[in-house]
């Protein structure tokens, strides 16, 4: 079977909230208005049929999402046995994530094939926004409550970087979890020795050719192996078992911090490999005013601390796999360099984000598949890695 979006989701509909759905204080009741959602949750009659759901919130500037987990929720017919036709609706209780809704928010009801409901509430305007009304085929312009046939998109990385934070578990590549198990079983490697094996499972791959899909297919791979690894080592934990509370929530929040850690450098190990590839000099980690260190610097360190010579020529790349608020943070590195440019990973950044960079002179750059998930006027203005690696490479040969 094909791991595409339909294994995780079998159904959606999209809908702009009104003041009605959203703010309690216009209304007596907690309830959304979704009729087109019967298809899948079936006709409930003359009953309340009560379902379990996932409540998801997105704020404006925020990536990380505000999440209630099995928050019980009503389906059901207001009009039942009345004259007029029938009219479906959820009641919801009130949690932390209803009392943040607002008017104008885009909320997405997702059903699985086991019939579990995703209720996600993203801020207009928002990343994730974007980043949803692309992977569900969603037009963010209508305000009417509508099904979304849900689009047979195979699970790549954007896709996957988007499922992963509503908290979707992805299925493994079978053949990448026979290689992984094969050599390592035990613990994780470094993250240099995990990178380098991972580009060994895609010999197939070009990186001179086509840098921007083979750097893709590497860190999609490794994170995938990664997260292989990962269970073993915690199912291990989780049967040896905790001393108390304060031991299991120690043992969780390191899961995270390492995930994080592995990410940002397997980002830049990969970056290293491109840019080695196409022959391109750069230092890692160079030190430049006040201390900062920009993640690569174009041509040489040398080069940026010789006066002499011509800023025209100097080149720094911030690594950054996600952007939020962070992004700020490459504006104070390499003082000698305007405009400066920086790599991330993350689809369909809001617009009014990207707007900001271009007002502080920032390049984003970015592999040339996520360019589908930012809006028109956006593409123009993004840049994939081949594109920078030609830029970088015409000022170096001169």
């Not at 019980?72 to 039942?80: G, L, N, Q």
């Not at 908290?167 to 490697?189: C, T, W």
């Not at 980690?285 to 100097?314: I, Q, R």
Request: hydrophobic share 35%.
């Amino acid at each position: 079977m094909s791991n595409d979006l339909r294994n995780y989701f079998v159904a959606a509909v999209a809908k702009r909230l009104s003041s009605v759905d959203a703010e309690p204080s216009s209304s007596n009741q907690h309830e959304f208005g979704c009729g087109a959602l019967k298809t899948w949750l079936g006709d409930p009659g003359p009953n309340h049929v009560p379902l379990q759901a996932t409540f998801l919130y997105f704020d404006l500037d925020d990536s990380d999402a505000l999440v209630i987990n099995d928050s019980s929720v009503t389906w059901y017919d207001c009009r039942y046995n009345k004259t007029r036709s029938a009219e479906y609706r959820i009641y919801y209780p009130t949690n932390d994530i209803t009392t943040k809704m607002s008017e104008g928010d885009l909320a997405i009801f997702a059903v699985t094939p086991e019939k579990q409901l995703y209720i996600i509430i993203c801020a207009e305007g928002s990343s994730q926004e974007q980043q949803l009304c692309w992977l569900f085929d969603i037009n963010p312009t209508s305000t009417v409550t509508r099904p979304v046939k849900v689009p047979l998109r195979s699970i790549d990385f954007a896709s996957s970087y988007i499922l992963e934070n509503l908290g979707v578990v992805l299925s493994p590549d079978k053949n990448l979890e026979e290689y992984v198990l094969s050599r390592y079983s035990a613990g994780l490697p470094s993250t240099f020795e995990f990178s380098e094996f991972i580009r060994a499972f895609h010999n197939d791959l070009d990186p001179v050719a086509d840098p921007d899909r083979t750097l893709l297919k590497w860190l999609h791979s490794e994170e995938m192996a990664f997260r292989i690894l990962e269970r073993q080592i915690v199912q291990k934990k989780l049967d040896s078992g905790f001393e108390d509370v304060d031991e299991f929530i120690s043992f969780s929040l390191s899961i995270q911090n390492r995930r994080k850690s592995r990410a940002g450098l397997a980002l830049e190990h990969h970056l290293a490999e491109v840019f080695k590839t196409n022959s391109v000099n750069f230092t890692r980690g160079a030190v430049t005013e006040n201390k900062s260190k920009p993640d690569f610097l174009f041509p040489s360190a040398s080069a940026y601390h010789d006066p002499s010579f011509s800023s025209k020529d100097l080149f720094m790349l911030g690594s950054k796999s996600t952007c939020k608020d962070r992004w700020r943070q490459v504006l104070t590195e390499a003082k000698r360099i305007n405009p400066k440019h920086l790599f991330t990973l993350e689809p369909g950044i809001s617009l009014h984000q990207t707007n900001e960079m271009q007002d502080q002179k920032l390049q984003l750059v970015l592999p040339a598949s996520l360019h589908e998930t930012y809006v028109d006027s956006q593409q123009v203005w993004l840049m994939d890695l081949s594109a920078f690696i030609t830029l970088v490479k015409s000022h170096q040969a001169s």
